[in-house]
């Protein structure tokens, strides 16, 4: 437990209400829309490992950071990628990073791995001002007109256009990237990563189905991104600039494997590219939301971000140099990574009988990681609902729990864009903070659920101001 206490007058933002394993279900159910989080009993939050619901195929949530290691570790396959993962991410992302499994998991990261050294954020920085620049002139217009807009739609384009310059080359406003986009909102919006009846009756690897909308959706997002590697193909064979296609889908065309040489197929490409606007924009969207969230309800902590941000850059544009500098700001996006992961759930499955932590795990069980729950666990974290940026501080970062942070995953299959996106998400938060003010329509109202990422049930309605506060 950290030695270090924090203020007793914290705020504690939007959560579910915990519950019985019974009551969790059956509040589910009258919700209807698969979300997890309903289910999760109060004893996920106390337990090290335990039984999560009531399941024909039994599931287990795992919370003790040594054990979860071991799992994430895992060097023989003992837990692959769960079955619901796969069913809701293949019809987007084929057989890519995201689900694969095993050997083919292998060649894939170590002919994706030289490519991400084009995420150097040195060569990316510059692509992220420019659109967080364009962002902050459509904000500007949001001003002067005082209507509401969606917060999650807003983030979700920030973050997409910035994928779209550093991996394509392209604004989100050209037409392949715009179709993208706009069909990854339905596909997001409508997934099913997650169906009652499944969870509860289905075998272990059943097919996950998805609805008619979702395939379409993927089928569109498939054609496009085909398009997209098509221009970025085209321009570096009409250009005599050897820079020219110089990004992160040219990089992932270049890769070779390293055993017979051969590249990535065309629907190889698609499925990796594919990954790259789910993890990159998703996901950041997803924090960036519930961040901003609690900014606006939190006047405090917008001051104490310009405070240091005028302290650090002044009232110039905040450069590559200035993020390190910026630590409170940081702060504040890791500390809505812990509380609104964006993977709410890691889940496997046993692909053999097995133990761990002294319980018997037999084969085809669901083995859940719910970072959700280990960032809320009352083991590891002091006042483990609030909203705490300090605890990350220096002066209190050594109290925390080895492991029981992990918004990035671990192990070899640690997120590669960690870095991107920790800069991208310090470089949003600050410029837009020094900017504007956030007001929220109906705080009271706003509930997370665990859909694809962990998002509110509801879209957040915001209007923005200009800066009130010095």
């Not at 057989?95 to 060569?123: H, N, Y």
């Not at 250009?239 to 040219?250: F, V």
């Not at 499925?271 to 309800?297: M, N, P, Y």
């Amino acid at each position: 437990m950290p030695s270090t206490t924090p203020p007793a007058s914290l705020y504690t933002p939007p959560r579910p209400r915990s519950a019985s394993p019974r009551m969790g279900l059956l509040r589910c159910i009258w919700h209807g829309d698969g979300d997890l989080l309903t289910l999760m009993p109060a004893d996920a939050y106390k337990v090290r490992i335990g039984p999560l619901g009531y399941s024909r195929r039994s599931i287990v949530i795992v919370n003790d950071p040594e054990w979860v290691r071991s799992i994430m570790t895992d060097a023989i396959d003992i837990f692959p990628k769960n079955d619901l993962m796969k069913g809701a991410l293949q019809p987007l992302v084929g057989d890519s990073l995201f689900v694969s499994d095993g050997e083919t998991w292998k060649r894939q990261r170590r002919m994706v791995e030289p490519a991400f050294s084009f995420m150097r954020i040195t060569k990316a920085f510059a692509a992220m001002q420019k659109a967080v620049g364009d962002h902050v002139a459509m904000l500007d217009q949001r001003v002067e007109s005082g209507e509401p807009f969606s917060l999650d739609f807003s983030m979700s384009h920030l973050t997409a256009d910035i994928i779209c310059r550093t991996v394509f080359s392209t604004l989100i406003t050209s037409g392949a990237a715009r179709d993208v986009f706009e069909s990854f909102t339905v596909f997001e919006r409508n997934v099913s990563n997650v169906k009652l009846s499944h969870l509860i009756f289905g075998r272990a690897w059943s097919k996950v189905p998805q609805s008619q909308l979702v395939l379409d959706a993927c089928i569109r997002i498939r054609e496009q991104l085909g398009k997209l590697i098509d221009d970025c193909l085209a321009a570096q064979e009409n250009s005599d600039d050897p820079d020219a296609g110089d990004n992160l889908a040219r990089a992932v065309m270049d890769a070779r494997d390293g055993d017979d040489g051969a590249p990535f197929t065309r629907d190889e490409l698609i499925d990796q590219l594919g990954v790259f606007f789910l993890a990159g924009h998703e996901t950041t969207a997803s924090v960036l939301t519930w961040a901003f969230f609690i900014i606006a309800e939190r006047p405090e902590i917008a001051a104490r971000m310009r405070a240091e941000i005028q302290a650090e850059v002044g009232d110039r544009d905040i450069a590559f140099e200035d993020i390190k500098k910026l630590v409170f700001s940081r702060n504040v996006f890791r500390e809505a990574l812990r509380l609104y992961p964006p993977l709410t759930f890691i889940p496997r499955v046993a692909a053999e009988t097995t133990t761990l932590g002294g319980r018997k795990i037999k084969k085809g069980a669901m083995v859940m990681i719910a970072p959700w729950a280990i960032h809320r666990h009352e083991l590891y974290w002091d006042q483990p609902d609030a909203f705490d940026p300090d605890r990350f501080s220096a002066a209190r970062e050594k109290d925390l729990v080895p492991g029981a942070y992990l918004p990035f995953g671990q192990g070899p299959r640690v997120c590669a864009g960690a870095t991107f996106a920790m800069i991208e998400s310090t470089l949003i938060l600050a410029e837009l903070v020094r900017r504007f003010d956030f007001h929220a329509q109906d705080a009271d109202k706003v509930v997370p659920v665990a859909r694809l990422t962990t998002r509110p049930r509801e879209e957040i309605m915001v209007r923005v101001t200009a800066r009130t506060a010095p």
